[in-house]
């Protein structure tokens, strides 16, 4: 019924950066909170950012001032811009959408895209 869909990763040298997208598909009417997590090897999900249906963003401390999350509600997609990747910011970056109503009025809930590998060399 809804996918989400992540693009957007890739190898960037330390210091360079990427632009993920995450593109909800389906007859959505509308989609409150998206995430965006990462995972690296051997480690468990962390939250990186959210923003809300209104604009409103949080961010994980260690990537303040580095990257920006933010959403076109008319095209159901989030965006991640991030700038002076470490290699620390290196793993699978998942996207994430707390509750997703669809135009049926049924609502999918705790939704999760296939990921998208960021690496970055140093």
């Known amino acids: 019924q809804v996918q989400l869909v992540e693009s957007g990763g890739g190898l960037v040298q330390a210091g360079g950066s990427l632009r993920l997208s995450c593109a909800a598909s389906?007859?959505?009417?509308?989609?409150?909170?998206m995430r965006w997590y990462r995972q690296a090897l051997g480690k468990q999900r962390e939250l990186v950012a959210r923003?809300?249906?209104?604009?409103?963003?949080n961010y994980e401390d260690s990537v303040k001032g580095r990257f920006t999350i933010s959403r076109d509600n008319a095209k159901n997609t989030v965006y991640l811009q991030m700038n002076s990747l470490k290699p620390e910011d290196t793993g699978v970056y998942y996207c994430?959408?707390?509750?997703?109503?669809?135009?049926?009025?049924?609502?999918?809930?705790?939704?999760w895209g296939q990921g998208t590998q960021v690496t970055v060399s140093s």
């Open positions: 923003v809300t249906s209104d604009g409103n963003t």
């Open positions: 389906g007859n959505i009417f509308s989609i409150n909170a």
């Open positions: 994430n959408a707390d509750r997703i109503i669809l135009g049926s009025g049924f609502v999918v809930s705790d939704h």
